[in-house]
């Protein structure tokens, strides 16, 4: 395959399984490589399914990263002034609705409004004993969680728009039930995962490839300009949509087709590998 020659402008990076590694660490050779990348003007931004929220601050601390695309590209937010420069969110009434029918199936559920996510109190302290969740994951989740009671109530009374609508589960069969229930009522959402054990439900104009595209036009950057590294689910439509795509070594098996460059894994700073070959060394 002939690798990209395109001049790269701006990256978008996937957090979890790519920028950070199992430990959850950024490590000091991906930092170097992306404060390198934004020393040569480059556009170095997460494009996560966390809210701004749960951005994690050894990402937000490297020198000159200004922007970040959250929640699956619902919401973009100009780190420098914390205005929302783009957004594509579900409607309260609809998100309510959906919200729901996923309590029907047991695991963890949660709404993400104005960058906080908030989850269904009477099934959190559960979810935490899941034996699918990572602890590093755990402890992420206990630290930025905010518990409510009756989420669709909640919803509708906020009466402000959802960026995404998500669960957590610890039984895999039940995982694959809501899926499968889910997708059929609701075909027309953008229903992805980012990782084996849990669901995200955006609106159906909403994913990060969308949202990094977006944000190209109001900085006047190319699609062609425009590099993604990613791993799972719901990093597929920025892998499509990007001008140059990389799959970390660690990545599902369907992103690693999609990509025109499968980098090292996430344990082997895989990022910092791509960003020194296709843009420090280009």
Do not use: W
């Amino acid at each position: 395959m002939m690798l990209h020659k395109q001049k790269i402008r701006m990256i978008g990076l996937d957090l979890d399984g790519t920028v950070y590694n199992d430990a959850k660490e950024i490590t000091r050779p991906v930092r170097e490589a992306i404060e390198a990348a934004i020393d040569r003007g480059v556009v170095v931004l997460p494009a996560t399914g966390r809210p701004v929220d749960g951005l994690p601050e050894a990402f937000l601390k490297i020198r000159g990263v200004r922007y970040a695309l959250t929640s699956n590209g619902a919401a973009i937010i100009d780190l420098s002034t914390g205005e929302r420069i783009y957004e594509d969110c579900i409607q309260p009434e609809k998100a309510s609705e959906i919200m729901g029918n996923m309590l029907e199936y047991r695991g963890l559920s949660e709404t993400y409004m104005d960058g906080k996510c908030y989850s269904d109190r009477t099934n959190f302290e559960n979810a935490m004993n899941f034996r699918a969740l990572p602890k590093a994951m755990m402890d992420y989740i206990r630290k930025t969680r905010i518990l409510v009671d009756e989420l669709p109530a909640f919803i509708l009374d906020m009466k402000k728009p959802v960026e995404k609508l998500h669960m957590i589960f610890g039984d895999m069969d039940i995982r694959r039930q809501a899926f499968d229930g889910l997708c059929g009522a609701y075909p027309e959402f953008t229903i992805t995962s980012a990782a084996p054990f849990n669901m995200e439900i955006n609106s159906p104009t909403c994913n990060k490839g969308s949202g990094l595209l977006a944000l190209g036009r109001l900085l006047g950057i190319a699609p062609e300009e425009i590099m993604a590294c990613g791993d799972s689910g719901n990093d597929y439509p920025m892998i499509c949509a990007a001008g140059f795509s990389v799959a970390m070594g660690n990545a599902q098996d369907r992103i690693k087709e999609a990509a025109d460059f499968v980098t090292k894994t996430n344990e082997e700073d895989g990022v910092a590998y791509a960003i020194r070959r296709f843009v420090l060394e280009a």
